[in-house]
């Protein structure tokens, strides 16, 4: 029985065989030896013999009084291998650990870089804007010492229009209008002090015009009509622009539009809050952009991919055009009245809640607001206002109602540099372009069409 003993086998395991379970050191479960050697629980071994007189292991016979209790102060496996992989694991354990603590150092050093980088954006930014308002500032200076009156000279007379609330103009100073009580789109051009005429036609839509909007390429505009978009062509043509489609929505009015930057999309601000994606190359929505309050969208304009729309209150970014939830950049204390975007360059226009308060217009560069454009007290705003580029400064130019004229703002500065420049009626929509590095603005009020050019200090 010794020797048998003493001839175990070379693996000893921590648990039994039989139950799969580990030994006890007390109980009815320590670990006890047959005669051939081999180790089980005592309970379950006991158990066994009742059952069968073989040695599970090895089927050899053994007798109940061979069951001997093995005296061992902890039984484990000797197995090298899994020693081995513990020694693997512990190493890759410290090498993760190590790659941990790069990794840790590695973000600290991207948020100070980040950091870093934003300070000096911020500070570029700010450099920029003393330089610009200080180039502002001496061109006003050389212009009040050279050229003393106003910045922008009328080049034409006033062209007459009837009761047109929107209008659009191409980089060929081409002028695009609808006349509400006839329904008909008038082209005019003009081109230094010559109009060279108006064309009429049917745009065969039906119900109000609330905005119209030309594509980046100056190929192709867009008039939105009730419930209807309207797409033109040939806008260069005077004479020859024509009907390419109409678009109808699900009875929603749309109340605003814009192109996107490749020229084949048209987005729809809706009068219950949705923007839709039409699809010119065949005449469908492509998708749908949601709005979670549900308010009209009567203000759009995109750029660099993004779409900006306005309700009332709120100034709303789309990232892109299969965005479904906008992010809000701005909740004004008024009313909105229209929006602006050229390049990063955002203006929101807002009208005051009672006739105590006072107009204003915030500039956004990059999502940052960087200026706010206020007028003397009088001054008050429903105009569409627009961005003029020039060579001196950017500026901002926008209509007061309250006195029948338009305003010039210094966008960098926030200064007014240009007030009181007369219209004949009450204005509701500006619009500029440049050409051949010069700038024109045009002026819409409720009867006439006025076109200026920015002379600065050529003159």
Same mark, same amino acid.
Request: net charge negative; hydrophobic share 35%; aromatic share 6%.
């Given at each position: ?155 034409? $007379? ?165 965005? $479904? ?135």
């Amino acid at each position: 029985m010794d020797a048998e003993l003493g001839t175990m086998g070379e693996e000893v395991s921590n648990n039994c065989i039989v139950c799969y379970e580990d030994f006890t050191e007390t109980g009815d479960h320590k670990p006890v030896a047959i005669a051939c050697g081999h180790l089980f629980g005592e309970k379950c071994i006991r158990h066994w013999w009742t059952i069968n007189k073989t040695c599970p292991i090895c089927k050899k016979r053994f007798k109940r009084t061979s069951i001997r209790p093995i005296y061992a102060q902890k039984v484990v496996v000797a197995d090298e291998e899994v020693r081995n992989l513990k020694g693997q694991i512990e190493s890759k354990n410290d090498e993760i650990e190590r790659w941990k603590e790069e990794n840790r150092n590695i973000q600290r050093g991207k948020r100070q870089a980040e950091m870093l980088n934003r300070e000096l954006t911020e500070e570029n930014k700010r450099l920029r804007m003393s330089l610009a308002s200080v180039d502002s500032e001496l061109s006003l200076r050389r212009s009040a010492v050279s050229e003393p009156g106003d910045m922008f000279v009328r080049m034409t $007379e006033a062209i007459p229009v009837q009761n047109s609330t929107c209008f659009a103009m191409t980089k060929g100073l081409v002028c695009l209008m609808v006349e509400q009580n006839s329904h008909q789109l008038r082209q005019v051009q003009v081109q230094g002090r010559i109009v060279n005429g108006a064309t009429d036609f049917r745009d065969q839509g039906s119900g109000c015009v609330w905005d119209i909007s030309i594509s980046k390429d100056d190929s192709k505009a867009s008039v939105a009509a009730g419930n209807q978009l309207h797409v033109v062509t040939n806008l260069d043509q005077i004479g020859k622009a024509q009907l390419q489609g109409c678009l109808t929505n699900d009875g929603q009015q749309i109340l605003s539009c814009a192109w996107d930057d490749g020229n084949q999309k048209v987005y729809c601000g809706l009068g219950d809050g949705r923007v839709q994606v039409f699809d010119i190359r065949n005449n469908a929505c492509v998708s749908e952009l949601s709005h979670p309050t549900k308010h009209g969208i009567f203000s759009l304009a995109s750029s660099g991919g993004r779409i900006y729309g306005c309700t009332r209150r709120e100034v709303l970014v789309w990232d892109n055009d299969v965005s $479904e939830i906008p992010w809000c950049l701005r909740e004004v204390p008024g009313s909105i009245e229209g929006l602006a975007v050229e390049e990063e360059l955002l203006a929101v226009s807002v009208r005051p809640r009672n006739e105590l308060g006072v107009a204003f217009h915030e500039i956004y560069d990059s999502d940052s607001m960087v200026g706010s454009l206020t007028g003397h007290k009088s001054f008050s705003t429903k105009t569409k206002g627009s961005f003029i580029i020039t060579p001196h400064s950017p500026m901002f130019a926008s209509g007061d109602e309250m006195n029948n004229s338009w305003c010039c703002w210094d966008i960098h500065s926030g200064n007014m540099i240009q007030r009181g420049m007369g219209a004949f009626g009450n204005p509701r929509q500006i619009c500029s372009q440049n050409v051949d590095a010069s700038s024109f603005v045009g002026v819409l009020d409720s009867n006439s069409l006025s076109m200026f050019r920015y002379r600065g200090l050529q003159e």
